[in-house]
């Protein structure tokens, strides 16, 4: 049992969680454009005051580690090692994709998730993180949330996880998945979006089983190397 903030900044949405023993006590997020550098500090600084927790009473802080954005993933790893070095505190890293999950099966037990019963019984859930065109960072689970397949950059065509989409329903979700929606024709889309409270359960499995990271070496986890796009301008 543990008093946990959680990070995630991801994709476009930044977004923070403070959870005690694995339930939300607070959460702030945005999807006003990729300032999360400015925005993580002042959402921390915000859910500790709403809740009156000091960052000495930190048990750890968790951060979904991606794939995602190489910049916004920096920001919230360099944010998070920051103040666990600062309150030598541990470390916990969260699969982004495995966060993304959690969220959609939080939304479904709300009642809030646009699915048929029937169809959620034999639910493949696949997250999908924007790679840019058709590529997408994507991974599927059953709908407890096992993963069953292993996270991958996939450029998505007509026969894309047809494997996933005989055996069940696929349901697609994430910042990626609109672009596939027509593509993969049989595939259900849902409005799911990446947030730090699909981090929080997770964040206390991974605590209560000591899941810690080296803070001296941990480094988010792209999935694909970062590339440099020259300028096309001339230079004076």
């Known amino acids: 049992m543990a008093l946990i903030l959680s990070i995630e900044t991801g994709t476009d949405i930044c977004s923070v969680a403070l959870a005690n023993d694995g339930e939300l006590m607070a959460l702030r997020e945005s999807d006003e454009g990729r300032d999360h550098a400015k925005k993580v500090a002042v959402f921390v600084d915000e ?116 494997k996933w989409r005989e055996e069940g329903k696929l349901v697609i979700f994430g910042n990626g998945a609109a672009k596939c929606s027509e593509v993969l024709g049989d595939a259900l889309l849902v409005n799911v979006a990446p947030s730090a409270r699909g981090i929080v359960r997770l964040a206390e499995e991974a605590f209560n089983n000591s899941k810690f990271e080296d803070l001296a070496y941990f480094e988010p986890f792209y999935l694909k190397d970062f590339i440099v796009i020259p300028s096309k301008k001339k230079l004076l």
């Open 47 to 162: 859910l500790l005051k709403e809740t009156g927790v000091q960052p000495d009473d930190l048990d750890a802080i968790a951060v979904g580690k991606g794939p995602g954005s190489y910049t916004g993933l920096r920001i919230g790893v360099s944010f998070a090692k920051g103040m666990c070095y600062a309150l030598n505190i541990p470390l916990i890293a969260i699969g982004s994709l495995d966060a993304l999950t959690e969220v959609a099966r939080e939304d479904y037990d709300a009642g809030i998730l646009d699915i048929e019963d029937e169809d959620w019984a034999k639910a493949r859930l696949c997250p999908m993180v924007d790679a840019r065109r058709m590529e997408v960072y994507a991974q599927v689970f059953n709908n407890e949330g096992v993963a069953l397949s292993d996270v991958a950059a996939e450029v998505v065509e007509t026969e894309s996880f047809k």
